[in-house]
């Protein structure tokens, strides 16, 4: 593996300020009792589909390695694992534009809201996150190993109160 890449914040074990969901006790605690998931990848930047970094490409790696991680994925389910990828071009000297990009893994289920039970919505119940820095020569490599992390953090997460 090619560790030429420049991370500018690992695995963030915290959850952003903006969301509630991570991957604390309680936020795993919302996964036990799931019998499948469906699995997405959000829209992706153009730019980084040039490159080949494409919905397609990160959706078969992501079920593959959910499916290898024997959690069932179930096109059908109500809750998914969802991920997103924003990516933000910088500008660098002598001619090199790392990409810093961040990847989010976080699993959405139906709720209902407890002071009107005929309300539904879906929201994401557990969270995981990661931010690299990498050229472009290696931006792939970046992401897959990334989003295999996440995945195998989720599946930690998912085994861990849904044993096997």
């Not at 996964?31 to 930047?45: F, P, Q, R």
């Not at 991680?69 to 933000?88: C, K, N, S, W, Y």
């Not at 005929?118 to 820095?133: A, F, G, P």
């Amino acid at each position: 593996m090619h560790r030429r890449i420049f991370l500018i914040a690992a695995i963030l074990l915290l959850p952003s300020a903006a969301t509630a969901a991570g991957d604390a006790p309680l936020d795993r605690a919302t996964l036990k009792g799931l019998t499948g998931v469906a699995v997405v990848v959000d829209v992706i930047d153009p730019e980084l589909e040039k490159i080949g970094l494409t919905r397609e490409v990160v959706l078969a790696r992501l079920l593959a390695r959910m499916q290898a991680r024997h959690i069932h994925v179930d096109p059908g389910a109500t809750e998914f694992v969802g991920l997103r990828i924003t990516a933000v071009r910088g500008r660098g000297s002598l001619g090199q534009n790392p990409f810093a990009l961040s990847l989010t893994l976080g699993l959405y289920q139906p709720v209902l809201l407890s002071r009107n039970h005929e309300m539904r919505t879906s929201t994401q119940t557990w969270e995981v996150e990661s931010v690299v820095l990498a050229d472009a020569k290696i931006l792939l490599t970046a992401c897959r190993e990334s989003a295999d992390e996440l995945a195998d953090r989720f599946a930690a997460a998912f085994l861990a109160v849904n044993p096997e």
